[in-house]
T-cell receptor, first 112, second 114 residues
Framework: LAKTTQPISMDSYEGQEVNITCSHNNIATNDYITWYQQFPSQGPRFIIQGYKTKVTNEVASLFIPADRKSSTLSLPRVSLSDTAVYYCLVGGLYNQGGKLIFGQGTELSVKP | EPEVTQTPSHQVTQMGQEVILRCVPISNHLYFYWYRQILGQKVEFLVSFYNNEISEKSEIFDDQFSVERPDGSNFTLKIRSTKLEDSAMYFC????????????FGPGTRLTVL
């Protein structure tokens, strides 16, 4: 499993774009990059997943450079409700039987 | 929108007692999981379940733990003799396929062992 490294915490203000970068130098050819969001006292929630280049959905964008050794989750125009912990996970589609391996995540604090 | 539900939301028990945490996964899902999160720590995988049997379990999931899918809708986690260190949030998750990493998590059960 590829080890991931992401900042422990980030601060932002409402209306700003937030970019959270995750390093995964040992990513394998078959690995996908997945991001989850977790609000306090709630279960994690899937945000976005990608393999290479750029993926966009209604919540976020995921940028993956050609070497795939890092990825950046981009949250456009954050609001107070985006305050949460964001996890970067790397693993194959089968991901060792389907389990998710969470790291410590990035605690994003959005201020008014 | 379909969602995973869990009961109870909060369970308080005495050390040594048995507890059963209940989950109702999304109806057409086939893969089921339990995770736990000790306060202030990361989410940890406990066990995965598919086709009425355990697919994989972590080191945390020792003989004190068991899972069951007693009918077509419920998925339970039993801890036979709780310890203080079992105090945590327990999350159930499900997914329709083992071919992606999108799992749907329930709201969790907060277990407090006194």
């Amino acid at each position: 499993l590829a080890k991931t490294t992401q900042p422990i915490s980030m601060d932002s203000y409402e209306g700003q774009e937030v970019n959270i970068t995750c390093s995964h130098n040992n990513i394998a050819t078959n690995d996908y990059i997945t991001w989850y969001q977790q609000f306090p006292s709630q279960g994690p929630r899937f945000i976005i997943q990608g393999y290479k280049t750029k993926v966009t959905n209604e919540v976020a964008s995921l940028f993956i450079p050609a070497d795939r050794k890092s990825s950046t989750l981009s949250l456009p125009r954050v609001s107070l409700s985006d305050t949460a912990v964001y996890y970067c996970l790397v693993g194959g589609l089968y991901n060792q039987g389907g389990k998710l391996i969470f790291g410590q995540g990035t605690e994003l604090s959005v201020k008014p | 929108e379909p969602e995973v539900t869990q009961t109870p939301s909060h369970q308080v028990t005495q050390m040594g007692q048995e507890v059963i945490l209940r989950c109702v996964p999304i109806s057409n899902h086939l893969y089921f999981y339990w995770y736990r999160q000790i306060l202030g720590q990361k989410v940890e995988f406990l066990v995965s379940f598919y086709n009425n049997e355990i697919s994989e379990k972590s080191e945390i999931f020792d003989d004190q733990f068991s899972v069951e899918r007693p009918d077509g809708s419920n998925f339970t986690l039993k801890i036979r003799s709780t310890k203080l260190e079992d105090s945590a949030m327990y999350f159930c998750a499900s997914t329709s396929s083992g071919f992606n990493n999108e799992q749907f998590f329930g709201p969790g059960t907060r277990l407090t062992v006194l």
